[in-house]
């Protein structure tokens, strides 16, 4: 079993930068693929970015792709999202998933997922 803990959400403004970061529990961190996911309301899940077990490779959806960075830190049991250029269409509750995925951006094929931090994003 692995927990998975978001934080570092917040009320931004259009423009402004914002980290989050989601802390595993257990000692097989290294094992899993990790990505962020993100839902605004009245809308579905939506991928934005997922990054390799040894952190050598990573994806991002087309929403994000040169705004948001993610990266990790195994020693850590951790995995970042820092998002750059944070726009109103941000705004939504954003998760973190491990998994082994052999579709990346689907979220059915993560095993474990954390309870979210909401993200605001004023104009």
């Known amino acids: 079993q692995v927990q998975l803990v978001e934080s570092g959400g917040g009320l931004v403004q259009a423009g402004d930068s914002l980290t989050l970061s989601c802390v595993a529990s257990?000692?097989?961190?290294?094992?899993?693929?990790m990505a962020w996911f993100r839902q605004a309301p009245g809308k579905e899940r939506e991928f934005v970015a997922v990054i390799s077990r040894t952190g050598g490779s990573t994806y991002y959806g087309d929403s994000v792709k040169g705004r948001f960075t993610i990266s990790r830190d195994n020693a850590k049991n951790t995995v970042y999202l820092q998002m750059d250029s944070l726009k109103p269409e941000d705004t939504a509750v954003y998760s973190c998933a491990a998994g082994q995925p052999n579709r990346y951006s689907f979220p059915r094929t993560y095993d474990y997922w954390g309870q979210g931090t909401q993200v605001t994003v004023s104009s």
């Open positions: 257990g000692r097989t961190f290294w094992t899993y693929s």
